[in-house]
């Protein structure tokens, strides 16, 4: 999955993140965007949402994949 969102929505929730594992920055964002890196491969999701309806459709996306595979998806327990 490549998750994307707005250069502005980016901007604002670096800026506003207080502690947290992640360890990026403005300064680092500025990079990542600047590479404007797009894997063709890779499906696409739209992460200006809520995380419940971003984690909705990854686990639907999940399931259909392994479904048309012919595999049941394994699930945390």
């Known amino acids: ?9 980016l901007w604002r929730r670096v800026s506003e993140r207080r502690g947290g594992p992640s360890d990026a920055t403005i300064d680092i964002l500025s ?7 797009n894997p063709s491969t890779w499906r696409k999701v739209d992460a200006d949402r809520k995380l419940a309806d971003i984690a909705a459709e990854l686990a639907s996306a999940s399931e259909a994949a392994a479904a048309a595979q012919g595999a049941p998806l394994k699930t945390a327990s």
């Open 31 to 37: 990079r990542q965007l600047q590479r404007k890196a």
């Open 1 to 9: 999955f490549w998750l994307e969102a707005d250069p502005l929505v």
